[in-house]
């Protein structure tokens, strides 16, 4: 089997939760970690006993843990036992209690899975569910907490699928569904959404699980947390955001390239950028009308590009938006380049140097940062929150 090439395959990581019904926070926690010097992507999803704001401690202690452990190479066993041993014991059950799955991406698309008491992983490929062989760890002070450890190759089109038994166990007790979904049930459903479209992400894969957990349920009622993570090696999605004229205007001609030697969709943000590339490639800018409002300008149409914008001023309601800022996300030129970021997974944020005098000028709002800043925070929220591969490239 030959080893996965990082450099040409992207591994998209994914999660999609629901809180159990009644509930304020999900008793299940979901980290990941991209560690770009390392090639390495390490993803960890936790389910505390019980549910609420207990189980939600249970979980996210374990994450946090597990994340940190295994990114510094513990050992398996001494780790689980860390974890085992901090977690608080329920004052109801006088247990300390939390399921977890671990998958470590190693350089080469090497794979080392550690699972704990959750429903058993799928590695699905060419619509085959692999089996591997698992080694199963004891902890001498812990007996009846079993580590399931397994090392493995991915290669391109692999998904990992793995989840919390609010997935497994939905409908249970109810016809026709008495014993729950199983992992049975989600294996058949996984194979068949797969076989329909062979290029479905990780994300829609996630959320379909989640969807078709909670249709197995009466009413279609969340009657525990429900977590789905995805991992889908594939070949990368890439996106090239330009904003701001070059430093010097000979580079036009170069700058303008960007757009036409891209292999991925394209975003101008900015008008001076804009009026740049369709000068130098010849191309028309149309502008979108119907989009009036909102406080920022309309976007526009280019030829080969996927989106036009306004440039400081909407990148920095993208960056609100990146951060949880609802406002932001339901203005249009937002709502529409938060599309396009969320689609991708490589994304080149080229950035002219010349400065714009007019954002020099103090009577504009104080929060309206120079676009070199916007575009680092934009670079700290893709990588840190959206788990997206960014590189920045001043012209």
């Not at 066993?77 to 977690?87: R, V």
């Not at 619509?127 to 580590?147: C, F, I, M, T, Y």
């Not at 890439?238 to 394209?266: I, W």
């Not at 590339?277 to 010849?282: D, G, I, N």
Request: hydrophobic share 40%.
């Amino acid at each position: 089997m030959a080893a996965m090439n990082i450099d040409e395959t992207f591994v998209e990581v994914e999660c999609c939760q629901r809180i159990k019904d009644g509930e304020s926070v999900c008793g299940d926690d979901f980290k990941s970690v991209r560690l770009e010097n390392e090639d390495r992507v390490i993803a960890v999803l936790s389910d505390g006993l019980g549910s609420g704001i207990k189980a939600s401690l249970l979980s996210t202690m374990t994450t946090t843990m597990a994340l940190e452990f295994i990114a510094r190479n513990m050992e398996i066993l001494q780790s689980a036992e860390i974890i085992m041993d901090t977690l608080p014991v329920c004052e109801y059950r006088k247990i300390s209690y939390a399921t977890f799955t671990i998958v470590d991406v190693l350089s080469g698309g090497k794979i080392r899975t550690i699972e704990m008491d959750n429903p058993p992983l799928i590695h699905l490929r060419n619509g085959r569910d692999l089996q591997w062989e698992k080694q199963s760890l004891v902890s001498a002070r812990w007996p009846d907490r079993k580590l399931a450890v397994a090392e493995f190759r991915a290669v391109p089109g692999d998904r990992i699928i793995f989840c919390s038994d609010g997935v497994t166990q939905a409908g249970l007790g109810h016809a026709p569904f008495k014993f729950g979904w199983r992992r049975e049930g989600l294996l058949a459903f996984v194979q068949e959404a797969v076989a329909r479209q062979p290029q479905i992400s990780a994300r829609e894969l996630s959320q379909m699980v989640v969807a078709q957990a909670c249709m197995k349920n009466p009413n279609y009622s969340c009657i525990d947390d429900i977590s789905c993570v995805v991992i889908y090696f594939r070949r990368p999605r890439r996106l090239r955001l330009l904003t701001g004229p070059p430093f010097k205007k000979e580079n036009d001609r170069d700058f303008a390239e960007m757009v036409e030697s891209f292999d991925g969709k394209v975003i101008i943000s900015g008008g001076t950028t804009a009026n740049i590339v369709s000068r130098e490639l010849r191309r028309e800018i149309t502008t979108d009308w119907k989009q009036l409002g909102g406080g920022l300008p309309p976007t526009s149409k280019m030829k080969g590009v996927d989106l036009v914008t306004e440039g400081i001023l909407t990148l920095t309601e993208v960056a609100r938006a990146l951060d949880g800022d609802c406002k932001a996300r339901n203005l249009p030129a937002v709502r529409q380049i938060m599309t396009l970021l969320a689609e991708s997974d490589v994304i080149e944020l080229i950035v002219g140097t010349k400065v714009n005098e007019a954002h020099q000028d103090p009577n504009l709002p104080v929060d309206l940062e120079i676009r070199r800043n916007i575009v680092k925070r934009l670079k700290q929220l893709l990588e840190e929150k959206y788990r997206k591969k960014v590189y920045i490239k001043y012209f």
